[in-house]
């Protein structure tokens, strides 16, 4: 643009000064040309007078002779005539018959008085009719004589009015006053106001000029000459446009090409835009999905690390079992052999071993159903849920854990604690991560201390906290654990998924998650969660009572969820 | 062919009361204790041919009792019980020293047959070494004045 703009700019300045000195150049060219004539002409009848005195002219025959002489030089030459010193016109040769006029009081004859070279303006005069004369003054032997000649105007004019500029251009000839000396191609006679006068500018001297002006409602420009041997101007007039056709045509493709340019590129702008735009809808896209599928093999790894748990949970019971029935049969095979009426201790011993059987099996049905709980892959189903449940939910899955490394789970909740809104199971997941990495910073240990509070923090959000006193994660890890895969577990034992489906599932719920830690001091986890709205308060009362009833079933348990920690 | 004194260790009580009440009338002397701390305790106090120990506990975790009994009692034999069996877990027990593993749920036939299997191999054990001992006086019967040796 910048280049175009500028190129435009010095094209503009150089085409300018061509049509500049251009018109310059004719002017004083054709100047030049009608300076000539008129002095070549003046100098024919110099010739004249030098060459014939007063007295041989007015011979009859001699003028007509001198005429011819003239004419054969130049058919400008209109007439001839020779005058005395009073302005009697003594002889005469033309078309017109003048002899013996006087002409004392013409312009011309005050004139040549003074100068010996008179060329005056186009004039009527006697005849009528627009010509010009060209006279000269002979003073010889102490007589004064004058030789006099009109210059055919309609000749005179073919040598100004021949002259075409471009198109519109044009040249004609006018005095001082601004009357037209030379007919004009368009508006404006011989000897009438030049119409254009006062839109252009004239040296009063003998320099050239150059001008634009505007004359009803065109732009014009003039270049001016003065003549040299008369006291009238050569204008030259083009119109601006046609002047400066090539500069506009010039200028019009510029701006085409840069209109062009520019619509070219505001379309490559949009297409690239919008292929971009398109791209990053795409990118967010797989941006969502990938962290869908991150909080999906979260949950599967997750499944992974537990189940080396749960089948020990689930095993233990089998393993009661397996006792228990094994007692069943041996008291069953004694009465047999025994032969006796079953004695009420046996039968009490096998019923005993049938509740505790029944108790087993529930056991292992509480357990396969959190298992179900956890691992099934549903839609986000957001909804109230109550933080206590949720949390309570989390704990007992990892108590079991948490007692064989000698890990006290201490809850420390806000009694009026508010209603979350979010998914329950991805909610649980965020708890059970953090607590699983809490107790496996414990590990080893030999017993500690999770301590797990929930209070609300401002009016919209409510701050859960899981704070051991563990391991701690090292300062040039810090920055690096919520990356998917990063792990400081040993090959085999950690995915790297837990944290980063943590972040996740937090980000997804409008949430915020940060972490404080000293190495070997232990680490807490903050995040803070959104407040569910108020309203819905027939899924918090649903979800309240399965809550309750599921820790009922737990109270009967007695050793699987009392007694938190060793 | 002398009674089988068995230690169970194991955190599930109820576990080891049934089983302990089993085996008891199968002809074997059982002993229980909950946790790997009491589990040691017991060895201490009494004469132990075998330990099923679970390998999963609170407190001490079942291979690190496994390594206490074998320092302490180099003869007894220890099964291992576990919930969840890995192939990790199962090799440094046996490199530990442990006869065998068993995986939870375990018939208790299955269990005695394995306790009397390590049993018999103790007791082979123990006669080798007697043996050994034996051969040893009687090749060097000065040695019986010596420091009691382990057997070569």
Not at chain 1, 281 to 297: F, H, P, W, Y
Not at chain 1, 477 to 501: A, C, N, Q, R, Y
Not at chain 2, 34 to 41: F, H, S, V
Request: glycine share 8%; aromatic share 6%.
């Amino acid at each position: 643009m910048l280049l175009c703009g500028s190129l435009i700019y010095y094209f503009a300045t150089y085409s300018r000064s061509q049509v500049k000195s251009e018109l310059m150049r004719i002017a004083s060219d054709h100047r030049r040309l009608i300076d000539e004539f008129l002095s070549e002409r003046a100098g024919d009848l110099r010739f004249a007078t030098s060459f014939y005195n007063c007295e041989a002219l007015c011979t009859q025959g001699r003028l007509e002779q001198l005429f011819g002489y003239l004419q054969s030089s130049s058919k400008a030459f209109f007439d001839l005539g020779v005058f005395d010193d009073e302005g009697n016109h003594l002889a005469y040769v033309g078309p017109f018959d003048l002899a013996g006029k006087n002409y004392a009081k013409a312009e011309w004859f005050t004139a040549l008085q003074e100068t010996d070279l008179y060329i005056s303006d186009v004039f009527l005069g006697y005849r009528n009719i627009p010509h010009f004369v060209l006279a000269v003054r002979k003073d010889h032997r102490n007589r004064r004589w004058f030789l006099r000649a009109t210059i055919d105007t309609l000749y005179f004019n073919d040598l100004v009015e021949q002259i075409h500029v471009g198109k519109t251009g044009e040249a004609y000839l006018v005095n001082r006053k601004g009357t037209l000396q030379s007919a004009r191609r368009g508006k404006g006679r011989l000897m009438e106001q030049d119409p254009d006068d006062g839109s252009y500018t004239v040296d009063g001297g003998m320099a050239p000029t150059f001008s634009a002006g505007r004359h009803s409602g065109q732009r014009y420009l003039y270049a001016t000459e003065p003549l040299r041997l008369i006291d009238w101007v050569l204008v030259v007039r083009q119109e601006m446009s046609d002047a400066y056709a090539s500069l506009s045509h010039a200028v019009l493709a510029a701006a085409g090409i840069i209109v062009g340019g520019g619509v070219v590129v505001v379309f490559l702008a949009f297409v690239l835009a919008s292929g971009l735009s398109h791209q990053l809808a795409l990118a967010d896209v797989e941006k969502r999905e990938m962290r869908t599928q991150l909080i999906i093999a979260g949950k599967l790894a997750e499944v992974g690390e537990m189940s080396a748990g749960l089948a020990h949970e689930i095993n233990n019971p089998l393993q009661v079992m397996k006792s228990e029935q094994a007692m069943i049969e041996e008291v069953l095979s004694d009465m047999k052999e025994s032969r006796v009426p079953p004695k009420s201790e046996d039968l009490a011993v096998i019923k005993d071993a049938a509740q505790q059987i029944n108790t087993q099996i529930e056991r292992c049905k509480g357990i396969t159903q959190e298992l179900l709980k956890f691992a099934r892959k549903n839609e986000p189903s957001i909804r109230p849920v109550e933080l206590k449940t949720s949390l309570a939910e989390a704990v007992h899955m990892v108590e079991r854990q948490a007692q064989i490394e000698n890990i006290r789970i201490v809850q420390e909740l806000d009694p009026e604690l508010p209603l979350l809104i979010g998914d329950p199971n991805r909610l649980q997941q965020v708890f059970l991560n953090l607590l699983n990495n809490s107790v496996h910073a414990l590990k080893g240990k030999g017993g500690g201390e999770i301590h797990i509070r929930a209070q609300r923090d401002g009016d919209s959000a409510v701050s859960i906290s899981v704070a051991d006193d563990g391991c701690g994660i090292r300062p040039e890890d810090m920055d690096k654990i919520f990356h998917p895969f990063f792990t400081t577990k040993p090959v085999g034992e950690g995915t790297g998924l837990g944290l980063s489906t943590v972040y996740g599932i937090v980000e997804g719920l409008g949430g915020q998650i940060s972490v404080t830690s000293e190495l070997n001091g232990g680490t807490v986890f903050t995040v803070s969660l959104p407040l569910a709205p108020t309203e819905e308060p027939d899924h918090a009362n649903a979800d309240g009572k399965r809550s309750n009833a599921h820790r009922e079933e737990d109270g009967h348990n007695g050793d699987y969820t009392t007694a938190v920690g060793g | 062919m002398a009674i089988i004194r068995l230690l169970l260790v194991d955190d599930e009580e109820r576990f080891l009361t049934t089983t302990s009440a089993l085996l008891e009338k199968r002809g074997l002397e059982t002993f229980t204790a909950t946790n790997g701390l009491d589990a040691i305790k017991v060895l201490d106090a009494n004469r132990i041919d075998v330990v099923i120990l679970d390998v999963r506990m609170p407190g001490l975790d079942g291979l690190e009792v496994l390594c206490s009994i074998k320092h302490k009692h180099p003869l007894i034999e220890v099964i291992m019980l576990t919930g969840h069996a890995t192939v990790e877990s199962a090799v440094s027990g046996l490199r530990l020293g442990a006869f065998d593993y068993l995986m939870k749920p375990c018939d208790v036939s299955v269990l005695l047959k394995k306790v009397a299997e390590a049993h018999a191999r103790k007791q082979t054990a123990e006669e080798e070494a007697r043996k050994a001992r034996i051969d040893h006086i009687v090749s060097d019967p000065l040695s019986v004045f010596e420091d009691e040796q382990p057997p070569q």
